[in-house]
């Protein structure tokens, strides 16, 4: 059965830095695109940034482009979200989803991993 799991949230001050990872078992990982969610108290969850496992292009929120990267390894079978420059208006559960489509980063991908809690403090 498919499972979507990340790792690497935790507590940080503003204007450090977290790196997010993902791992995708029972899925062939290469061939799904894949992105981040996160959802902050009381706010609906929103797409943060997804990559095509084909083209490898890219979707950024404008919230965090010039902040956030996202990353495929595809050998380790691995996404990452590399955030820098964190504010405390990104806290939030932080989700790791798979196999969206190539057109959209919204929060309708089929797999869902339970979240990481990245919490930023001023």
């Known amino acids: 059965q498919v499972q979507v799991v990340e790792s690497g949230g935790g507590l940080v001050q503003a204007g450090g830095s977290l790196t997010l990872s993902c791992t995708t078992p029972g899925l062939n990982f290469a061939d799904v695109n894949m992105g981040w969610f996160r959802r902050a108290p009381g706010k609906e969850r929103e797409g943060i940034s997804c990559i095509r496992w084909s083209t490898l292009r890219t979707y950024y929120a404008d919230s965090v482009k010039g902040r956030f990267t996202i990353s495929r390894d595809n050998a380790q079978n691995t996404l990452f979200l590399h955030m820098n420059g964190l504010k405390p208006g990104d806290t939030a559960m932080y989700y790791c989803?798979?196999?969206?489509?190539?057109?959209?980063?919204?929060?309708?991908?089929?797999?869902w991993g339970q979240g990481t809690q990245v919490t930023v403090s001023s």
């Open positions: 989803a798979a196999g969206g489509d190539d057109r959209t980063c919204r929060p309708d991908f089929p797999y």
